[in-house]
């Protein structure tokens, strides 16, 4: 069966499927075959997803996007520790709590930013079960 192109492949002019980032998914499987370069990336990612939820915490109280960049620490992070996948899976719940909540409720401009959010966030969701090469679950 066929499968039709989404955001991560495109159909070429002669008909062959081409992925996009294949080099970065390439470069994945290359580090998670070799186990003392799967640990190193594992550390790093750590360290890099962690100084950006210090920064984004950091920010919070100030003027900007802290609670944004706190969650981009927390993405960073869950795109190698599956306890930080399951936080998001759960902020990602809430958030769908919130909009459904904002559909029943809110003003017309809060109903309308509602529909777009709640789409975003499954686009987003769904990418990084796809980088963490695991399926979608129905409803989740």
Do not use: C, Y
């Amino acid at each position: 069966m066929e499968r039709e192109p989404n955001d991560r492949t495109a159909i070429t002019a002669d008909g062959e499927r081409r992925v996009r980032f294949r080099w970065f998914h390439d470069m994945r499987s290359w580090i998670h075959a070799r186990p003392h370069v799967h640990l190193f990336w594992k550390v790093l990612v750590g360290i890099v997803g962690g100084l950006v939820v210090i920064i984004g915490l950091i920010l919070v109280p100030l003027p900007g996007p802290g609670w944004l960049v706190v969650f981009i620490g927390l993405t960073i992070l869950a795109s190698e520790f599956h306890f930080f996948h399951r936080i998001i899976t759960w902020l990602r719940a809430q958030l769908h709590r919130f909009w459904d909540w904002a559909k029943a409720h809110g003003p017309q401009w809060l109903r309308n930013a509602a529909d777009r959010g709640k789409a975003d966030v499954d686009a987003a969701h769904a990418d990084a079960r796809r980088s963490m090469r695991r399926p979608a679950r129905p409803g989740h």
